[in-house]
């Protein structure tokens, strides 16, 4: 019986399968423009060998040994790709990608901001597998890597080569902390972009970050919520000249008061207090995090009113110079108006002006009306 001839097929160069994919990225290319074009079938080689000298039987046929094929991809290794939550090393995918150049391009803090922010409007999913428009993979390192206009998308593995290591002091609008376990890269390893620090304690920070359900921005406390100590603050070594437009300007003073979104019209009162679960009482958390209220929101501001939002509001009418009704942590329209334009003073880092607390007592000795946010259904306070 003679040993069976296998013709080798030739598939197209820009063919995106898993297999060939491997392939590319693993074999020199050949003459014929496929990598897979190099390799020799031994077993026609043998069936050749066989029919010249005439032998009774074929000389069997003999291949390198190769690793266990990945279940459910044909062609590739078993093990061969990173064990990351992020994804492997990728060029960007869909019409959009370009090919990647040696040298990172340049870009500015404020492209940085913008960029990111564009994400976080767009509530882009979290995938570990999916691809954004633009080409992004859609988890913390695409994400990442889209920010920093990065020419492939990246993980936490490599994010590193293209910044260079800074100290926590020296953090601006547009750096990353990351942290990347290279023992075990699906526990814990992440990557936000620093958006501005929240106070001049420097415990709290805007965060931008793809993580689940979508990409957000949230006031985080320094480094991050879990393993801390193992963050690494980074610089885009592309970074030119240019501002952020994010939370403080780096090139202000560090007491400059951080800017805010476009002005959103006051939505009543109705949105606030007791029972309220908006998306006015997170963007109310957020504008009061970045003006210091940072410690009120040990786990970030969220939909849902909290004792955590009236402190909050409470602290910030406070360091305006307001007693009474109008500092009863109910954000009315004058509260509101100060907050969207960034006026007003921010909260005292010494927590003096923004204390929590019963009302100053009055010259006879009774503590002053708290306010009717205080008594309304659901609430629960030492007022009632």
């Given at each position: ?154 993980w936490t593995g ?116 007791p029972g309220a ?52 942590g109910l954000p ?53």
């Amino acid at each position: 019986m003679e040993t069976p001839v296998f013709e080798e097929i030739d598939p197209a160069s820009d063919c995106d399968c898993p297999g060939c994919v491997h392939w590319r990225r693993v074999l020199p290319r050949s003459t014929g423009g496929h990598p897979a074009a190099t390799r020799v079938v031994i077993v026609a080689a043998a069936a050749a060998a066989s029919t010249a000298f005439g032998t009774a039987h074929a000389a069997p046929a003999f291949a390198a040994p190769q690793a266990p094929a990945r279940p459910g991809v044909p062609g590739v290794p078993a093990g061969d790709e990173p064990d990351t939550p992020q994804g492997r090393r990728a060029p960007l995918h869909g019409p959009g990608g370009r090919p990647v150049v040696a040298k990172a391009p340049t870009t500015t803090r404020a492209d940085i901001i913008s960029r990111a922010k564009q994400w976080i409007a767009a509530k882009v999913p979290y995938s570990m597998s999916d691809y954004w428009s633009d080409g992004y993979r859609q988890d913390c390192s695409g994400f990442v890597s889209m920010a920093w206009n990065l020419p492939g998308n990246e993980w936490t593995g490599s994010l590193g080569q293209y910044g260079i290591k800074i100290a926590k002091d020296d953090l601006q609008p547009g750096d990353i902390l990351l942290f990347h376990n290279p023992d075990n890269p699906e526990q814990g390893s992440h990557v936000v972009i620093f958006g501005g620090w929240t106070d001049d304690t420097r415990t709290y920070y805007v965060a931008y970050e793809e993580t689940r359900p979508h990409a957000r921005e949230l006031a985080t406390p320094y480094a991050y919520w879990s393993n801390s100590d193992r963050y690494v603050p980074y610089r885009y070594k592309g970074l030119t000249g240019g501002t952020a437009g994010a939370v403080a300007d780096p090139a202000e003073p560090d007491n400059a008061k951080p800017r805010t979104p476009d002005p959103t019209p006051y939505p009543g009162s109705a949105y606030f207090g007791p029972g309220a679960n908006n998306k006015y009482v997170t963007q109310l958390g957020r504008m009061l995090a970045a003006r210091g209220a940072g410690r009120y929101y040990p786990s970030g501001p969220g939909p849902r009113w909290t004792d955590a939002d009236r402190r909050a509001t409470r602290a910030f009418q406070q360091a305006q110079g307001w007693r009474g009704e109008d500092a009863d942590g109910l954000p009315r329209a004058r509260t509101w108006k100060l907050l969207v334009t960034g006026g007003g003073k921010d909260i005292g880092a010494d927590g003096r002006t923004g204390a929590a607390g019963p009302p100053v007592p009055s010259s006879h000795g009774v503590h002053g009306y708290p306010g009717r946010a205080m008594f309304r259904p659901g609430a629960t306070n030492e007022y009632v």
